[in-house]
């Protein structure tokens, strides 16, 4: 069987320098993995030395000479630009998830091959390769580095000085920070303030976490109702998962730092490959995601009330004069129009006019009480400077919650009528439903779930007859009202909508994969392939990385807005209204797809007090070595060694 | 030779000419020749179909003539504007009396539980006139009307297409849906259950009680022409009972004449051997 030797490209570069002497290949292979080029030696100094397994040589050139003697004839050369895992590159044979796994959905994935044959293709099991060393081999390829250097630290001999230089470049804000901080490094100030932004930030978890839970009530959901309070309890949630997150992360740095001690024992190569940026990396996307949208979200606030409060007057102008004619003269005018045969349609006088002198005297009263004291610009005004403040010191997106939830306590006259007219209209069209049957001499039979025949008794008859009639007669004036507040409603939710899709792009934007994506592709690996290139003497591929697709990253939205869709612009909707069920907007239900970057279960406050402990301690003793990153490979290489 | 026998199966690849003709055919039709049938006495000339035959008839005719009472009652009470009340009062005590008579054999239970079902019915029709009433106010007459038509054809047919159980709700359901959407065009609302309870007892009620009795037929009969002479005049009387007589006596003779003629060339009642045409033509489809 021919094998497939993975070579790095900047070794292409490296040859260079050996081409006055004869040079080796040297490369690891693992059980599972194909071999990955290291480092070329050369040969005079392997000679002495054979190398030990996992390490071997796989090619040699003569000097002066181009081409490669390859130690398998038939092998496939396959080379790969090494990503650098301290610039967090790396390969992924699947496209790396930004949404927890538990929050996952199904469809979309299948939507990667455009075409339908290729999918079927895909799916046929005997084309699929069983080959199981891709996925392993790929995992040694994103730790090459510290391959390299567990390597450099076993065979100290064959270290040449190495001119171009990969090494890690720390120049992030985190050493910078760390730098100004080392001289109070492990004294007291240190240690007290340590202690001092440990209690804070379980301070806040505690009332995070005890917030959200009074607001996801069982028994009062108050997240239901309100989209400010969804808003709060979305941020509640949030930074209960901060510190989880954090933890996360910092912990799967911790243990990549510790790789070099693991490679150099091949029989460990399980566990190595459990802990590769594949797994932690989405945790970082979305831990930043979230803050950068935070931020984003206050300068946005800060925008939004310069504007809400210049335009001050204006706006509560317009917005007086929208509210009034809707909330007030519009609904006047339909429901008395309802009870005078609108459009010629004759509806039934002394039921219309029933109905609409009992919305009237609803519309009336809620206005007189309250509808014409907060709409009154004065109070808009006021209203208006509030949002404008809350906006500019805790982001826009309490202030459009604020927004939402005033539109629909202004509106609870509407939604009132509507609730009264659905219940009327689905009381009547079940009536209608079970009296027909009764008609054709059939009723439903609920416990085999299907249509019988019946013989009813007389009177059963004649009463169901005589109801329903009445009730069919009477189906088209309830219809009218039905349908006028259902319109009302509709067009209240659909602002509603609007503005809450906002607040979720707000909040939800997946802002920091997108900069990511523009920044470094190969940062966020949705997938490799590979490329062929000019045959030589062997067959060369190259393998690249595909960055994620931009659909995957708006997976949610594409879920919400179908959602959205089928339930409010579609046959669906005629279907519920017909029905009589409810169109309200389920906000839990809605939006609980845009969450997919937190837990469902949120850690209780005891395990995240024993995580916090834990990793106290293990930044305690892991801290007097994350000085000097030599110390580290130093130590781990005394263990391998033992 | 080893010719296959041929068969009456038109879909089938046959080695015969277009125009074959089977040999059993024709000695059939010249032992049918030769034999001639009974006319004379034929099953159907008995008195017992001819009893059956008429009895079929007549409740047919009947039934139309129930539900041209309702239109009676209508008129009576809509064109003609007369109080409905004393009408309903002598017509319910009388089948109220109809009912105690007949009811003597019968257990205590059922007649109490029957007499529970005739409070609640008269009950909700007290309480459901009203709104009846109402409900048509707004509708133009022709469509009322209109409905009325189609839903009294419809009543007419469910009633005449067979004798089943399954059919009988959807009558008297029919019944009782044209009776109040006429009903919603009177004025009162006494009116209105009058109306209502007068159709019910003389549509429903009735006919469940006499099942055939000659004096109701008498009565109801008497009862619609003295109407169409009163509404329409003798001429029209004249006419609609020579119909009717042509309906009641000529109709069935006729009935039996088709049948003594040409149903009994190939009925079933008759040996196998002299039914012509079923025995070569398939009442059901053969299908291969």
């Not at chain 1, 050996?18 to 490369?27: F, R």
């Not at chain 2, 030769?34 to 035959?53: G, T």
């Not at chain 2, 007549?58 to 004393?86: E, G, R």
């Amino acid at each position: 069987m021919s094998s497939t030797i993975f070579w790095p490209l900047h070794l292409k570069y490296e040859e260079d320098n050996y081409s006055t002497e004869d040079v080796t290949a040297v490369a690891i292979q693992l059980p599972e993995t194909d071999p990955v080029v290291l480092k070329l030696i050369p040969t005079k100094l392997c000679k002495d030395n054979e190398l030990k397994p996992p390490y071997l040589s796989v090619a040699t050139r003569l000097r002066n000479c181009k081409e490669w003697q390859f130690i398998d004839v038939q092998c496939t050369i396959v080379e790969f630009k090494a990503p650098n895992i301290s610039m967090l590159q790396f390969f992924s044979i699947k496209p790396i998830l930004l949404t927890l796994p538990d929050r996952t959905v199904d469809s979309g994935c299948a939507k990667l091959y455009s075409n339908k044959n290729i999918e079927k293709i895909c799916e046929n099991e005997s084309l699929v390769s069983t080959e199981s060393r891709l996925q392993p081999t790929i995992s040694l390829l994103n730790i090459y580095f510290t391959q390299l250097l567990a390597f450099q630290k076993q065979y100290p001999t064959y270290n040449i000085e190495n001119k171009k230089g990969y090494s890690y470049n720390e120049q992030n804000i985190w050493n910078l920070i760390k730098s100004i901080m080392s001289p109070i490094k492990n004294t007291k100030v240190d240690e007290y303030m340590n202690y001092i932004i440990f209690y804070i930030t379980i301070l806040i978890y505690f009332i995070a976490e005890k917030v959200s839970i009074i607001l996801r009530w069982r028994n009062f959901n108050i997240v239901t109702f309100s989209q400010t309070f969804q808003q709060i309890d979305l941020k509640c949630q949030q930074y209960c998962y901060f510190p989880i997150q954090y933890l996360r992360i910092t912990k799967n740095i911790a243990i990549r730092e510790a790789l070099p001690r693991v490679t150099t024992e091949s029989r460990t190569s399980d566990s190595l490959f459990k802990d590769l940026p594949t797994d932690y990396y989405p945790d970082y996307i979305r831990f930043y995601n979230t803050i950068w949208l935070m931020l984003n979200d206050i300068s946005f606030g800060l925008i939004l009330a310069s504007i809400l409060y210049q335009y001050k007057h204006l706006i509560s102008n317009i917005l007086h004069k929208i509210f009034t004619f809707y909330l007030y003269d519009l609904l006047k005018m339909v429901t008395s129009e309802l009870s005078r045969n609108p459009f010629g349609i004759k509806l039934n006088q002394e039921l219309s006019s029933f109905l609409s002198e009992l919305f009237l005297w609803i519309i009336e009263n809620s206005y007189a009480n309250f509808i014409n004291v907060i709409i009154s610009v004065k109070t808009l005004e006021i209203f208006i400077g509030y949002c404008a403040y809350i906006s500019s010191v805790f982001g826009a997106t309490f202030a459009l919650s604020l927004m939402v939830d005033f539109i629909s306590i202004l509106s609870i006259h509407i939604q009132l009528f509507y609730l009264i007219s659905r219940k009327i209209y689905f009381w009547q069209y079940n009536s209608i439903n079970s009296f027909w049957y009764l008609f054709r001499g059939k009723k439903n039979n609920v416990l085999r779930k299907r249509i019988d025949h019946h013989d009813f008794e007389l009177d059963q008859l004649l009463m169901g007859t005589l109801l329903f009639i009445i009730l069919m007669f009477l189906l088209p004036t309830v219809l009218a009202f039905y349908i006028s507040y259902a319109s009302f409603q509709l067009v209240i939710i659909l602002v509603e909508i609007l503005i809450e899709s906002l607040i979720s792009l707000l909040n939800h934007f997946p802002l920091f994969a997108l900069l990511l994506r523009v920044k470094d592709k190969e940062r966020i690996p949705g997938g490799i392939y590979f490329e062929m290139e000019e045959p030589s003497n062997v067959l060369k591929f190259k393998l690249k990385s595909k960055p994620l697709p931009i659909s995957m990253m708006f997976k949610p939205y594409a879920e919400l807005m179908n959602t959205l869709s089928s339930s409010y612009f579609g046959s669906s909707l005629v279907k519920k209204l017909i029905r009589g069920q409810t169109i309200a907007v389920n906000r839990n239900k809605l939006y609980q797809v845009l969450y997919s970057s937190l837990p469902i279960q949120s850690m209780s406050f005891d395990d995240i007090l024993k995580k916090f402990m834990y990793a106290e301690t293990i930044n305690m003793t892991s801290g007097i070595n994350s000085n000097n990153p030599n110390n580290v490979i130093s130590k781990n290489s005394e263990i391998s060694t033992l | 030779m080893g010719k296959v026998e041929w068969k009456r199966l038109l879909w089938l690849q046959q080695d015969y000419p277009d125009n074959y003709t089977d040999q059993k055919f024709l000695e059939k039709v010249k032992d049918y020749e030769n034999k001639k049938l009974d006319y004379a006495n034929s099953p159907y000339l008995s008195v017992e179909n001819y009893r059956v035959v008429r009895s079929d008839f007549l409740n047919f005719f009947q039934t139309v003539l129930n539900t041209s009472i309702i239109y009676i009652i209508f008129a009576y009470i809509y064109i003609y504007d007369k109080d409905p009340t004393v009408v309903t009062v002598l017509v319910t005590s009388v089948i109220a009396s109809i009912v105690l008579f007949k009811e003597h054999d019968k257990d205590q239970l059922s007649s109490l539980l029957n007499l529970k079902s005739v409070i609640i019915i008269i009950f909700s029709m007290l309480t459901l006139s009203p709104i009846l009433k109402s409900l048509s106010k707004t509708t133009a007459s022709d469509s009322v009307w209109t409905l009325s038509f189609w839903l009294t054809l419809w009543y007419i047919s469910s009633i005449s297409s067979s004798k089943e159980i399954k059919t009988s709700n959807v009558s008297t359901n029919l019944l009782v849906a044209v009776v109040s959407i006429l009903s919603s065009r009177l004025s009162t609302s006494t009116h209105v259950f009058c109306f209502l309870f007068l159709c019910i007892q003389i549509n429903v009620v009735l006919p469940n009680l006499l099942i055939s009795s000659t004096v109701l037929f008498m009565l109801s009969n008497s009862f619609a022409y003295m109407f169409i002479t009163h509404a329409l005049g003798w001429m029209y009387t004249f006419c609609i009972t020579l119909t009717t007589l042509l309906y009641i006596w000529l109709l069935p003779k006729w009935f039996i004449y088709w049948q003594v003629h040409y149903r009994m060339l190939d009925d079933a009642n008759t040996s196998s051997k002299e039914a012509l045409l079923t025995s070569w033509d398939a009442k059901k489809p053969i299908l291969d």
